[in-house]
């Protein structure tokens, strides 16, 4: 749980300085094996904790490891420092059941989950095509979401980020202009305003908010 949202913000800057190196592409296994990263609130435990799976798993790649904890916590506790700016708002209630699959909160009465990602690969589209066809790119969203735990069709939230190098991972970290514009599109939320389709009989509503400090 997040308790102050400068804590996590400087907790997450200090993954800037490295490398970052996409690794292995997420299973249910190495999510097992790395899953005390729910839990490791700070780079000092994650070292000492890593070097623990590694001394477990002789026949691993240390480093591979490393980066595959890394990784995960970092997006894990950026997505949290997300969540915790939306039911912070007056407007957003949290959902009471942690462990909900596809309600992260609800605005309005309305439930959605949320997902804190990067500006995705798209072959031949760009950011200003990315942006100016919001309903094309929720449709690639949802049919290209990660097969692991949390896969569904249900209400989202995306929180997209962009920046003008490529280091899109890098503005996870920067919390305090999540939170301005997450804020201010709380601030603003109307359904009418939302993307809906319908899957298997049930409506489904998705927004995204941007964060792409180079291009706004």
Not at 83 to 99: L, W
Not at 151 to 168: N, T
């Amino acid at each position: 749980m997040v308790r102050d949202i400068g804590e996590l913000e400087e907790e997450l800057y200090k993954r800037l300085p490295y490398h970052y190196d996409r690794g292995r592409v997420q299973n249910n296994e190495r999510d097992a094996m790395t899953k005390y990263i729910y839990k490791t609130h700070t780079r000092d435990e994650l070292v000492e904790r890593t070097k623990h799976l590694a001394q477990q798993y002789p026949t691993y790649n240390k480093r591979d490891l490393f980066n595959y904890a890394a990784n995960r916590r970092y997006n894990f506790w950026s997505a949290q420092g997300a969540e915790h700016i939306f039911v912070s708002h007056q407007r957003v209630e949290a959902e009471q059941d942690r462990y909900h699959q596809s309600i992260d909160f609800w605005i309005d009465g309305m439930p959605f989950d949320h997902k804190t990602s990067v500006l995705p690969k798209w072959r031949g589209k760009d950011l200003a095509y990315a942006q100016s066809h919001r309903s094309e790119l929720i449709d690639r969203l949802y049919t290209h979401q990660s097969q692991q735990q949390r896969l569904h069709m249900r209400s989202r939230i995306f929180v997209l980020v962009a920046a003008e190098d490529g280091a899109h991972w890098r503005l996870k970290a920067d919390l305090t202009s999540l939170q301005y514009h997450i804020t201010q599109y709380l601030d603003e939320f109307a359904v009418e305003s939302l993307y809906s389709f319908s899957h298997q009989w049930e409506q489904v509503y998705s927004d995204i908010i941007w964060y792409a400090p180079d291009h706004t």
